[in-house]
């Protein structure tokens, strides 16, 4: 089986498992106690902080251990906002931020806060002038990932940050899907990462506040980490996340050239290997071992299903992997094709022979899905008027819709319009997608009796 998942999850690196199984030894005691097995848990707390501070490039006492990523961006979001309330309740975010980020982003809103969010293009990145421009007076807080977790693209972090401290702001920066490979650019105030995210174990996070930055910690008052993670540490795991993190630093500028080769491969092959795929990201400014690909006429649940029982574990944005059958959120800000997503992130150590032999299986995987799908062979029937035809997709989820117009648009003339009628959010991104990637025009959306239709115009 080839675990293609990393930017979800890392295996262990095997200096965190020795490292955890140590400290289970001699990091049991309570590191706030002055007797010798509190000294010796307090030894190992401080060397772990000062490794990690090191590889985030920070002071040690900046840096806070929290139960994990998602707690970090928590605190550190409602933090920062609290410790500047008199400046005013105006939050920054990107359009394509982790969930966490957002979450907290509603959070504040819902408790009377502004939110403003920040578009990005198409290759996901946002421009450093838009970002610039949202800062207002009253901006508490503003917050950008410094790499995408779906689509592996980089954000310009130093030149918001740049623009942040010229007005005063703070910059939070979701750094989980970065920092095992590098230091974070640029003069941030506040970072949040995962250790699960570069082979540390599971349930630690860090939080770093640069000295300087305005912060009231949201919880009840607490001894521990500068009060801004109540709790009894979790020694062992800290220790672990510490040693693993520096671990993967030593081996990251060699493996990152390794991976960025094997993404890089499967960039390029992919669209030559399988009709109509949309490669999405940047394809310079991007993780080493990120690539994502949207495929037409698929429904992504099923081929990643399919996949899995191919032996390759991977991951997807798309709208049909998702219980709610909304489309990615990250996918949705970009403009791209939803349907059909497949995100490949590879960890390190990864084969060569195994994204190969992906490669070899992908053809045939994604044929077989669409066939059962009964992907564009021949048209069905449906009512037109002149040179205008209807699809009605009502109550048919995606990828079905995109489907049948593409099954239908040669029975109108060039100039002539297909209406497709649909009531499936996706539909909104999908069809102005296939538009783009068949060259043909889209006209925009009309209300309908039930759902929407969509018009797209044949030019060819």
């Known amino acids: 089986m080839a675990y293609f998942d990393a930017a979800s999850a890392v295996p262990l690196h095997p200096v965190a498992r020795q490292a955890l199984l140590a400290s289970l030894d001699e990091g049991w005691a309570d590191p706030a106690r002055l007797y010798r097995e509190g000294r010796r848990a307090r030894l190992l707390l401080d060397a772990a902080r000062e490794a990690a501070a090191e590889a985030v490039g920070c002071r040690a006492d900046e840096l806070v251990f929290t139960p994990s990523g998602t707690r970090a961006v928590h605190s550190g979001v409602a933090g920062a906002l609290a410790g500047r309330r008199r400046t005013g309740n105006h939050l920054i975010v990107s359009a394509v931020e982790h969930s966490s980020v957002l979450h907290a982003a509603e959070a504040h809103e819902a408790g009377g806060g502004a939110v403003t969010q920040v578009p990005v293009g198409r290759t996901g990145a946002v421009d450093p002038a838009a970002y610039a421009g949202a800062l207002r007076a009253d901006t508490a807080l503003a917050c950008l990932q410094s790499a995408n977790h779906e689509v592996g693209t980089e954000q310009p972090v130093a030149e918001v940050a740049e623009a942040c401290r010229a007005a005063g702001v703070p910059l939070l920066v979701d750094a989980a899907q970065s920092l095992g490979w590098g230091r974070v650019a640029g003069d941030w105030s506040l970072l949040a990462a995962s250790a699960h995210k570069w082979g540390g174990p599971s349930g630690v996070g860090l939080l770093v506040v640069r000295k300087g930055t305005r912060f009231a910690p949201g919880a009840p008052a607490d001894e521990r980490e500068s009060g801004r993670a109540p709790g009894f540490e979790n020694l062992p ?12 630093r030593a081996e990251a500028a060699e493996e990152a050239a390794r991976l960025r080769e094997l993404t890089e491969r499967i960039r390029a092959r992919v669209p030559a290997l399988v009709p109509d795929v949309e490669v999405v990201g940047d394809p310079a400014r991007r993780l080493p ?66 994204v190969e032999r992906f490669l070899e299986v992908l053809p045939g995987t994604v044929a077989a899905v669409r066939e059962k799908l009964g992907a564009p062979v021949a048209p069905e029937a449906a009512p037109r008027t002149g ?46 997608a296939w538009c783009e990637m068949r060259g043909q025009e889209y006209v925009g959306e009309e209300p309908a009796a039930v759902g929407t239709a969509y018009v797209v115009r044949r030019t060819g």
């Open 289 to 354: 071992g990120l690539v994502t690909f949207s495929c037409l006429y698929v429904d992504g649940e099923t081929l990643l299903h399919e996949l899995d029982r191919a032996g390759f574990s991977v991951s997807s944005g798309s709208s049909c992997t998702s219980s709610t059958l909304t489309p990615s959120h990250v996918l949705k800000a970009m403009g791209v094709l939803t349907e059909g997503n497949v995100r490949v992130s590879l960890p390190p150590g990864t084969a060569a022979d195994d």
């Open 237 to 248: 795991a800290i220790v672990a996340a510490a040693a693993s993190l520096r671990a993967v």
């Open 387 to 432: 040179d205008d035809l209807v699809v009605d997709a009502i109550g048919r989820r995606c990828p079905v819709p995109v489907i049948e117009l593409a099954k239908v648009i040669g029975d109108v003339p060039v100039g002539g319009t297909v209406r497709v009628l649909s009531d499936d959010a996706a539909a909104r991104l999908d069809i102005p």
